[in-house]
């Protein structure tokens, strides 16, 4: 059984749900574009879907100066100078302009995740 229909004949409501490997994961954290310094403090936005590029074009048309991303594949490497809270860039944002469902975790979030996944 899937996480989402576990969900679904649980609660009785459908949720996104995004699953990635060990491998998957390790991938992701390592293809971060940002410095170290920066990468400590980024978020990275996984999405359902690699995006077409016609909408990875479009997304990218729109910039502010507290805010960097690049979109790598089925993830966007988010770096709010300001912090997420304060940022411009935001879930909603991409996953209107990509078409995509997105769920981000911070740097920290990451890291533990990549932990849980060698036990």
């Known amino acids: 059984m899937g996480i989402q229909k576990f969900i679904i004949d649980q609660f009785g409501f459908e949720v996104p749900v995004l699953v990635r490997t060990k491998d998957e ?14 990468k400590s403090e980024s978020y990275f936005v996984l999405l359902s879907a690699v995006p077409g590029e016609n909408l990875v074009r479009e997304a990218s ?25 304060r940022a411009k860039f ?19 979030t990451m890291v533990k995740l990549l932990a849980l996944s060698e036990e």
Do not use: H, M, W
Not at 29 to 35: G, L, S, V, Y
Not at 90 to 108: G, I, P, Q, V
């Open 61 to 85: 048309q729109k910039t502010y100066p507290d805010d960097a991303y690049v979109i790598l594949n089925d993830c966007i490497y988010l770096f709010c100078s300001k912090g997420y809270g």
């Open 90 to 108: 935001n879930l909603s944002y991409f996953e209107k302009k990509l078409n995509s469902n997105a769920t981000a975790r911070n740097y920290k």
């Open 25 to 38: 994961l390790t991938t992701i954290f390592n293809n971060c574009p940002f410095t170290d310094a920066k």
